[in-house]
């Protein structure tokens, strides 16, 4: 028997009611068992860990700091909820910083329910409703496991996820249309993002509105004559720009619908929470602001926005083939050197951060001309490998 309490343990005490880290205690103290033995399970329990890494990317760890983490259906901490319910045992909270030196587990969130199904439900249901800002996570893979018929159906096993397309090195299996598997896809579709993006532009109007050292009465954007829309523009969940439009009307802005967002008329904003009616349904989304990023809650999906500048500064270029740390680490082996042709995904090296090791292997065909040294410690955006891609063929040569 491991006497070790593991991370599973809230699962055993919210279906027997048992404290297993004061029975622990106690039994360390001398103190015996009830000689009645353990109490009847009640009900079923269903655990999830969260951590902060990205599936969709070979599981790469994100670090960064915690700007909110707030799960609303939670009933208990650390300990088990007075009837069925959701217990979150966290190690983070808000201005938590997750660095690379540990595990990159946030929190394990545990549903207690009736039967299994009812546990499924409430532990799909608090994830997805779940805040959490300012560190990418496996909230939506976790979600959409849930989710799936065939865990649902209880008939999971070890080949599941590589099955789904997800194995060891990310979404090796992608689909024909090069999107990642369904499972590493976010909550959040495109139409969900684009709404988003426009309720993050309304709330922003709002914001800007109040803070107007004069005439913050008039409605946000107002003008006394006809005018172009108002545009902001954002990087979105995928890496694609996203452009949100509002004209100025005598009540207030406007919303002009872009693609499929259908017929949206504005029902209410505020700097932190926008109503918007979205072809006859009533859509509420939460705002928050982080350091260089918006963050729009909404039962579509969460969805993280970069706002872009209007004017944007010159980044500096690399070379095509350039190799960059994606975050912090240790170099910890290397397997090709200065010089050295390789072949488009060979692994180059493997960096260390967060008790895993990641590949770094060769995004095209070509010759080494840098490589970092075994040992060296990186931060994000350190220059890994430079792979110079092969030229065109000689015409000569192949003739």
Known sequence: MNTRLQVEHPVTECVTGLDLVEWQLR???????PPEGPPAPRGHAVQARLYAEDPAAGWRPHSGTVARFDVPAARARFTVPDGFGVR????????????????????????WG???????????????GARLHGVGANRDLLVRVLRHPVFTAGDMH???????????????????????????????????????????????????????????????????????????????PSGEEVEAAYASGRGGPVPVPAGDT???????AAPDRVELLVDGVLRAFEVARGAGAVYVDSVLGPVALEPLDRFPEREAAHTPGTLLAPMPGTVTRVAACAGERVEEGRPL???????????????????????????????????????????????????
């Open 158 to 236: 070890i080949r599941f996820l590589a099955e789904q397309g997800l194995d060891d090195h990310g979404t090796g299996g992608r689909t024909a249309q090069g999107r990642p598997p369904e499972l590493a896809l976010p909550l959040a579709d495109a139409r969900a993002v684009r709404l988003s993006a426009l309720a993050a532009a309304l709330a922003e109007a709002e914001r800007n509105r109040e803070r107007a050292p004069v005439l913050g009465g008039l409605p946000a954007g107002w003008r006394n004559l006809p005018s172009a829309p108002h545009t902001r523009r954002y990087r979105g």
């Open 88 to 111: 979150v045992d966290s190690g983070v909270e808000e201005g938590t910083r997750v660095g690379v030196e540990f595990d990159p587990m946030l929190a394990k969130v545990i549903a």
């Open 349 to 399: 090296l493997w960096l260390e951060a967060m008790k895993m090791e990641h590949e770094i292997s060769a995004p095209v065909s070509g010759t080494v001309s840098e490589v970092a040294a075994e040992g060296a410690r990186t931060d994000t955006g350190t220059v890994l490998a430079v792979v110079e891609p092969d030229g065109p063929p000689d015409p000569q040569e192949r003739a």
């Open 114 to 128: 009736r039967n299994r199904d009812d546990a499924l439900r409430r532990l799909s249901a608090a994830l997805a």
């Open 262 to 268: 259908g017929r949206v008329v504005l029902r209410g």
């Open 27 to 33: 039994i360390a103290e001398g103190e015996a068992l």
